[in-house]
């Protein structure tokens, strides 16, 4: 078992910043790959970000150029800088992970989740 723990969350202006981070803990070793997931009220849960422990990373379009992924292998840790934020932004942002990235790039094969951080972007 993979526990993963979020936090970095909350309300800011359009245009501002956030960095969120997840810490993983436990069976780390079945783990080579962790993401960022944002699910939108009334949306489905989609891919922001992910990042495997030799700094491959892929991002969805839509954030590309304002939000940076990276991990600290040390400290079990991911991170999700996010800069000139939008209020299309707004969501639960969740932490996953999984032994590859070509598999927790789809959102249905994730192996373990974490309790999700809320981010609010105002107008």
């Known amino acids: 078992q993979v526990q993963l723990v979020e936090s970095g969350g909350g309300l800011v202006q359009s245009g501002g910043s956030l960095r969120l981070s997840c810490v993983a803990s436990g069976n780390i070793f079945s783990i080579n790959a962790m993401g960022w997931y944002r699910q939108a009220p009334g949306k489905q849960r989609g891919l922001v970000a992910v990042i495997n422990r030799y700094g491959l990373m892929k991002y969805v379009d839509s954030v590309k150029g304002r939000f940076t992924i990276s991990r600290d292998n040390a400290k079990n840790t991911v991170y999700l800088q996010m800069d000139n934020l939008k209020p299309e932004d707004t969501g639960v942002y969740y932490c996953?992970?999984?032994?590859?990235?070509?598999?927790?790039?789809?959102?249905?094969?994730?192996?373990?989740w974490g309790q999700g951080t809320q981010v609010t972007v105002s107008s």
């Open positions: 996953g992970a999984g032994p590859t990235i070509e598999t927790i790039v789809l959102v249905d094969r994730v192996l373990s």
